[in-house]
């Protein structure tokens, strides 16, 4: 008997131990929980980490993540308002707001995923097609910005003649693509985060002429760039020319006066040496000549009548 009461009392205890684990559910930090009993919703959204009670063997718990999730769509050929067929791809990230509306809605992920490709991979199209390329391509006009504050140009300036102006921007376009997204994402429960365009690609048939008119746009600014740098240089090297020709004149001008200077003091030398002697004057002044004329090696061949043959002879001659 004792032995059969110990069995019933395992039993017992093994019942209870599954009926209170059927009768619980954890939910963690990163879930959020519908319950369904016989497949319909009871109740609210659990979205408190922790441990709960349900109704054992009769509501079952749908777990939902409700971190911020990725979406990847497949690149889509779109047409721009000027004409140029481009490949876009488009990726963004969604979170689950409202799991009992997304079960409700769409159930799964994957249909999830499916709902979302319709939706922004149409908001990209009817926003991208309004637009010029520029504005997927850029997204400022910084160039333009940056060329005025050095030159103070207007839009008759480099902004209206080299390169297109930027209206709305890459960024802008994605924030607009999220707009008109969100909406349509808010009726199955998904909050949209952000939506950004990963990668923007040509058509082979117009991609060379597109590059060939962005080198020829960035010829024009550095064209337009080297003529003003040419410019400036004219400026500088006229403005060191006259610079030197000035630093030349004032320093010809001052060697003169020296030289002028340096003249009439030798002048005055010479003529108060022949006035304190004027034979020996007229010695001293012939030896000079000689010193001048007669080098090292040399032969002087003159004449007894020369005034010089008759220096060498003496004063008293």
Do not use: C
Not at 5 to 30: D, H, K, Q, S, W
Request: aromatic residues 8%; without cysteine; hydrophobic residues 40%.
């Amino acid at each position: 008997m004792k032995a059969a009461a110990g069995v019933i009392a395992g039993i017992v205890v093994l019942a209870g131990l599954i009926v209170l684990n059927a009768a619980t559910f954890v939910v963690r930090e990163y879930e959020q929980v519908v319950l369904t009993q016989f497949g319909k919703p009871v109740g609210s959204a659990v979205t408190d980490a922790g441990l709960h009670f349900r109704t054992p063997f009769v509501q079952e718990v749908n777990s939902f993540d409700k971190r911020l999730l990725e979406w990847d769509g497949d690149p889509n050929e779109i047409p721009t308002a000027d004409k140029r067929f481009i490949w876009v791809d488009t990726t963004a990230r969604w979170r689950i707001t409202d799991p009992l509306l997304f079960m409700q809605t769409v159930k799964t992920f994957g249909e999830a995923q499916s709902r979302l490709d319709d939706i922004i991979d149409s908001a990209t199209r009817d926003q991208i097609s309004a637009q010029n390329l520029v504005e997927l391509v850029r997204n400022s006009n910084r160039v333009l910005d940056v060329e005025r504050e050095e030159t103070g140009e207007d839009e008759l300036g480099l902004a209206s003649q080299d390169i297109e102006r930027v209206t709305v921007g890459r960024d802008e376009l994605a924030a607009r693509i999220l707009a008109a997204a969100q909406p349509l994402a808010v009726q199955y429960g998904i909050e949209l985060a952000d939506v950004r365009l990963k990668r923007i690609n040509y058509r082979p048939d117009v991609q060379n002429a597109v590059y060939a008119r962005m080198i020829s746009e960035r010829n024009r600014i550095a064209e337009r760039y080297r003529s003003e740098g040419q410019g400036r240089k004219a400026e500088v090297t006229g403005e060191r020319d006259r610079e030197q020709k000035k630093i030349s004149s004032v320093a010809e001008r001052e060697a003169l006066e020296v030289m002028a200077s340096a003249d009439a003091e030798a002048a005055r030398i010479y003529a108060d040496a022949y006035n304190a002697d004027p034979e020996f004057y007229a010695f001293w002044r012939s030896l000079d000549a000689y010193r001048k004329i007669v080098g090292e090696n040399h032969t002087l061949v003159i004449s007894p009548n020369s005034d010089l043959y008759r220096v060498l002879l003496g004063p008293a001659e």
